[in-house]
């Protein structure tokens, strides 16, 4: 069915804008992003009409950078895939607008993708080696995606074949690194500061608790750890207090504490998902998969099972993921309808009834 095997991909469903030519759902030509940290680092989170308004600026320069990295013209691929949700209604839209306009003027297949497929999918990617060795992660595997938005547990039989297992019942993991940095005053986002504190801290220092361990289910809640942090910063932390050397081995030592309650925790509830579905593969995708304290532990807890993790570029929003899955979207004859609008609420549909 395809031609030159291409697809130009296009994701704004937060604050990256990204493009990326992918081929054949596995081989990355180009992943260019432009971030939007800097834009609402000073706010503590994302601003979505702020997100709005910079994926207006970005979009074309990011699509003629991804052109540019790859070496290929839009009119050269086979279709034109896009983020349909979910996401921020506003920021979805111009990713989708974008992509139809594309679409109707090259006269290529529209195919809109899910993003939290698409992150479980990140680990299939050519460039997303496994500890397997080999580099080529495959079906079925359990994959534990975490991030700003999402944390759940899902098995998945095929690239577009999932069965949701559980899912957080209140904040996602990310958003409980980005409030507990902000507690800390560490800023925004909160993930990559805190792991990087985390090694300079004592995990035993403060007892955090490690939600939903103890239950029978495939679920998650971060909020409760989040207010225990809230509880012991009030009661060790004067926040009029100058930082000196004490207090910021106590912020190491917060960090620290967190850190290894969010890890024990999320290795805690894929380990028992592996054992009671037999699965011997585990694929961790999500901005918090970047986390290299969870890098390192999955690899020493769970011997034995094969582990996949993208690279960090591939962790974080990017539009290689929704290129790669795209594929075999249009392989499946999955095509868009050039008035297809975005959904902001789209959840990870559950195909394992069809499979
Ligand atoms: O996947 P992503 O880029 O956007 C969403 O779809 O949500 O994830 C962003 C989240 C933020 O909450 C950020 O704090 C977190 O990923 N994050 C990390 C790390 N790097 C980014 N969390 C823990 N450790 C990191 N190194
Ligand atoms: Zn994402």
């Given at each position: 069915m395809s031609a030159s095997g291409l697809i130009l991909a296009i994701e704004t469903s937060c604050d990256e804008t990204a493009v990326a030519i992918v081929e054949r759902g596995r081989r990355i030509l180009s992943n260019a992003v432009a971030s939007q940290i800097a834009v609402h680092a000073p706010h503590g989170g994302v601003v979505p009409d702020l997100a709005a308004?910079?994926?207006?600026?970005?979009?074309?320069?990011t699509l003629a950078e991804a052109e540019h990295q790859a070496g290929v013209k839009a009119t050269e691929c086979d279709a034109i895939a896009v983020t349909k949700g979910p996401g921020l209604i506003g920021c979805l839209l111009l990713g989708v607008e974008m992509a139809k306009t594309l679409a109707a003027i090259h006269g290529k297949p529209l195919i809109a993708v899910n993003h939290l497929a698409a992150h479980l999918y990140s680990p299939i990617l050519e460039?997303?080696?496994?500890?397997?060795?080999?580099?080529?992660f495959t079906f079925p595997h359990l994959g534990l995606l975490i991030s700003g938005g999402h944390s759940e547990l899902v098995i998945c039989h095929g690239p577009l074949a999932w069965e949701p297992l559980g899912q957080t019942l209140d904040d996602a993991v990310g958003e409980a690194y980005d409030k507990v940095a902000k507690l800390l005053g560490l800023g925004y986002p909160g993930g990559p500061v805190i792991d990087k504190r985390?090694?300079?801290?004592?995990?035993t220092a403060f007892a955090f608790p490690r939600p939903m361990l103890g239950r029978d289910d495939d679920n998650f809640s971060f909020s409760g750890l989040k207010t225990a942090v809230r509880l012991a910063v009030e009661k060790t932390l004067d926040p009029s207090q100058r930082i000196n050397a004490?207090?910021?081995q106590r912020i190491n030592d917060l960090c620290a504490s967190f850190q290894a309650a969010v890890i024990d925790t999320l290795l805690g509830k894929a380990e028992r998902a592996l054992r009671?579905?037999?699965?011997?593969?585990l694929a961790i995708c999500g901005g918090v998969a970047a986390n290299r304290g969870l890098r390192v532990a999955a690899a020493e807890r769970l011997p034995g099972v094969e582990i996949a993790i993208p690279p960090m570029?591939?962790?974080?929003?990017?539009?290689?993921m929704i290129g790669g899955l795209a594929w075999h979207q249009l392989e499946a004859g999955d095509i868009a309808s050039l008035d297809c609008a975005p959904a902001p609420n789209w959840p990870l549909p559950n195909?394992?009834?069809?499979r």
């Open positions: 308004r910079h994926h207006l600026q970005n979009l074309l320069p460039n997303a080696h496994s500890n397997g060795g080999n580099g080529s985390a090694p300079e801290g004592d995990p004490s207090t910021n009671r579905h037999r699965l011997q593969r570029a591939l962790c974080t929003d990017n539009a290689a195909s394992s009834a069809t």
